[in-house]
């Protein structure tokens, strides 16, 4: 089990950027693979990038490419979330979560532990 806790959050306007972060307690950390999701109310959480313990497995949700890097730092038990040329449709709720499956890393029922969430507000 590992308690994840997301930052970096706040109002941009369109073209601005953001850094998201999410600290993680405890070693087990290390073995987690650690995704980013976003939901929008009404709406079911979407898969925004993933990253594998080790880092060497990366993945991207279409509409995030050239504009997010997802990058984990395992001595600070830290993912961070680089988030780049900013639209009004990236505005959500971002979570960061946790699981242990190198498989399906695009669906949220994958991940065993989940963040708080921290909002991402675009204007236009």
């Known amino acids: 089990q590992v308690q994840l806790v997301e930052s970096g959050g706040g109002l941009v306007q369109a073209g601005g950027s953001l850094r998201l972060s999410c600290a993680a307690s405890?070693?087990?950390?290390?073995?987690?693979?650690i995704g980013w999701f976003r939901q929008i109310p009404g709406a079911e959480r979407a898969f925004v990038a993933h990253i594998s313990w080790g880092g060497g497995r990366i993945y991207y949700a279409d509409s995030v490419k050239g504009r997010f890097t997802i990058s984990r730092d395992n001595a600070k038990n830290s993912v961070f979330l680089q988030m780049n040329s900013l639209k009004p449709e990236d505005t959500a709720v971002y979570y960061c979560a946790a699981t242990t499956s190198s498989t399906n890393w695009g669906l949220a029922t994958r991940y065993d532990n989940w963040g708080q969430g921290t909002q991402v507000t675009v204007s236009s």
């Open positions: 405890g070693r087990a950390f290390r073995s987690k693979n």
